[in-house]
C-alpha cells in the first residue's frame, strides 16, 4: 500500500555532508507517489546542487527569502499551509537551535514557524554536537512542540570519528514516514472524547474550590488518539490552553456540571470515552453573588455533591461504545479501582496511585495499572507521559476491537 500516495511532502535540506542522501529520499518518496517541494538552507545549496534535488523533485527548490534577480518575495506561509509534513533532513545543530527558540532567518526557519502540518527532523552532527546538552535541550524543547525527532544512528561519522549522530538512512526516513500514515489509518473515521483539567466550583465572583490536576495526561491521549488518526474532541477544565493540541476540537468549560452538558452533548456520537478529568466531587451549596466579605471568626461552607460524569455516562453506554475512566488511590488500591470500574459501569480503568513515586498530578512521569472488564490487571512501569499515553491508547485499540 502506498501510504505516501498524494501527500504533500515538504522537505528542509540543511547544510551537512548527509545532505546527498536526501536526494535518494526524494526518489523514494516520489516512487510512493508523494508531491516532494524543497526549501534549502543557504548552506544547503553548498553541499548539493538545487538543479539536482529540483530535478528529483520535479519541483523548483525554494532557497531565498526572496529572489535575488527578481525581486520577488517568497511565500513561506503558502508553503507551510501547503505542506502535510514538514520534514527536515538533514536537520544540523544550527538549524535545531534556531528551530528551538523561533528564530527565523531563513527561508527553512520561517516556513517551519508557519506550518501547521506534523514536523519530523533527522538531525546529522558530530557525536559531541550530537551529546551536547545544548543539543539536548534544543531537542527537548523540540519535542515538547510536537517535533518527531528521528534518533540518528551510531556509526563513522565525516570528521572520521565513530559514535552517535549519523542521519538515519533514507530508506529508515522513509519508512518512519510511511509508519506515521499507516498509524493515521489505525482509528480512521473513530470518535474520541476526553475529559481533562481540574473542575472550578465557584463559591463567589472571585473565589472557587478546585484542585492541583494540569491535564497534562489527558493531553497527551488526546495527542495519541490524534496520531492514530481519529477525530478527537476534548472537554478541558481550567487549563493552560498552549498544552492542548490544537488539531483537536476544544470545549472550555469550569464547573463539574458544564463538563457533564459538554459530555452528553457530543456523547451519542463518540466511540470512545476517555475520563481523565479530576471532577471536584462536591460544590458550595450557595454561589454568592457578591463577594463574600469577612466576618466571624469562623466560616462554613456547605458543599452539595457533584454529578458523576463518568457514572452517568456509564450508565447510558452503547454497547459498540467504550469507556474508559481513571481511578486515582491511596489505599487497598487494585481492589478500590475494579470496584470503582464496576461502579460506574465502565470497561476499563486507569489506576494512579499516589503511593507510587513518579506519578501524580503536574509531573511529567506517571505509573499505571490498566484494568479491564475481565478483572485483570496490567502493571506498567513508570514512564514520561507521552508513552503512557501510548500504552493507554494501544491497549484501548485492543478492546475496542473485541466488542
Ligand atoms: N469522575 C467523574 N465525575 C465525578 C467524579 C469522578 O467523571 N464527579 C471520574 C474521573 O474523571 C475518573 C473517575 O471518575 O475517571 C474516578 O475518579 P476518582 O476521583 O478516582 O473517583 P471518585 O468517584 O471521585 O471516588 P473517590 O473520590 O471516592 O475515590
Redesign the pocket.
Known amino acids: 500500500m502506498k501510504l505516501l500516495n498524494n501527500k504533500k511532502i515538504l522537505l528542509g535540506i540543511c547544510g551537512g555532508i548527509a545532505a546527498y542522501k536526501v536526494l535518494s529520499l526524494i526518489r523514494l518518496l516520489k516512487k510512493d507517489g508523494a508531491e516532494v517541494r524543497v526549501i534549502m538552507t543557504p548552506s544547503a545549496v553548498e553541499f548539493i546542487g538545487k538543479l539536482t534535488a529540483a530535478t528529483l523533485a520535479d519541483s523548483p527548490v525554494y532557497s531565498e527569502l526572496a529572489d535575488p534577480d527578481s525581486g520577488q518575495w517568497t511565500n513561506h506561509v503558502e508553503l507551510g499551509l501547503w505542506a502535510d509534513l514538514f520534514l527536515v533532513a538533514p536537520a544540523t545543530a544550527s538549524t535545531l537551535s534556531k528551530m528551538a527558540s523561533g528564530m527565523s532567518d531563513n527561508l527553512l526557519l520561517t516556513t517551519y514557524l508557519s506550518a501547521r502540518c506534523p514536523v519530523f527532523v533527522a538531525p546529522a552532527m558530530d557525536l559531541d554536537m550530537w551529546a551536547h546538552p545544548a543539543t539536548q535541550k534544543n531537542l527537548q524543547i523540540l519535542r515538547q512542540q510536537n517535533v518527531s525527532v528521528l534518533e540518528p544512528n551510531e556509526g563513522e561519522l565525516a570528521s572520521g570519528l565513530s559514535g552517535k549522530g549519523r542521519m538515519q538512512e533514507p530508506e529508515e526516513i522513509f519508512s518512519a514516514l510511511s509508519g506515521f500514515y499507516s498509524q493515521k489509518q489505525i482509528l480512521k473515521g473513530k470518535n474520541v472524547l476526553i475529559?481533562l483539567g481540574p473542575t472550578q466550583e465557584a463559591l463567589d465572583p472571585v473565589r472557587f474550590i478546585s484542585n492541583h490536576s494540569t491535564g497534562k495526561m489527558g493531553a497527551e491521549i488526546a495527542r495519541s488518539f490524534l496520531e492514530m488518526g481519529a477525530g478527537v474532541t476534548i472537554v478541558a477544565g481550567p487549563v493552560d490552553k498552549n498544552l492542548l493540541p490544537s488539531e483537536a476540537r476544544i470545549l472550555h468549560v469550569k464547573s463539574?456540571i458544564d463538563m457533564l452538558d459538554a459530555c452528553e452533548l457530543n456523547f451519542s456520537q463518540s466511540d470512545v470515552i476517555v475520563?481523565?478529568?479530576?471532577?471536584?466531587?462536591y460544590r458550595p451549596a450557595q454561589v454568592s453573588e457578591q463577594k463574600i466579605k469577612k466576618s466571624g471568626e469562623h466560616l462554613s461552607i456547605e458543599l452539595v455533591k457533584?454529578?458523576?460524569?463518568?457514572?452517568t455516562l456509564g450508565a447510558k453506554k452503547r454497547k459498540d461504545q467504550f469507556v474508559l475512566?481513571?481511578?486515582?488511590?491511596t489505599e487497598n488500591e487494585l481492589e478500590?479501582a475494579h470496584a470503582?470500574r464496576i461502579r460506574?459501569n465502565l470497561d476499563a480503568i486507569v489506576l494512579n496511585s499516589l503511593n507510587d513515586s513518579g506519578a501524580g498530578f503536574a509531573l511529567d512521569t506517571n505509573k499505571i495499572t490498566l484494568i479491564s472488564a475481565d478483572g485483570i490487571a496490567h502493571p506498567f512501569e513508570t514512564k514520561s507521559k507521552k508513552d503512557v499515553a501510548h500504552d493507554i491508547t494501544r491497549f484501548v485499540v485492543q478492546q475496542i476491537q473485541n466488542l
Do not use: Y
Not at 276 to 281: N, Q, Y
Not at 306 to 311: H, L, T
Not at 325 to 329: D, N, R, S, V
Open positions: 475529559t463539574a475520563l481523565a478529568a479530576a471532577v471536584a466531587d457533584n454529578p458523576d460524569i463518568a457514572a475512566g481513571f481511578a486515582l488511590e478500590n470503582k460506574k
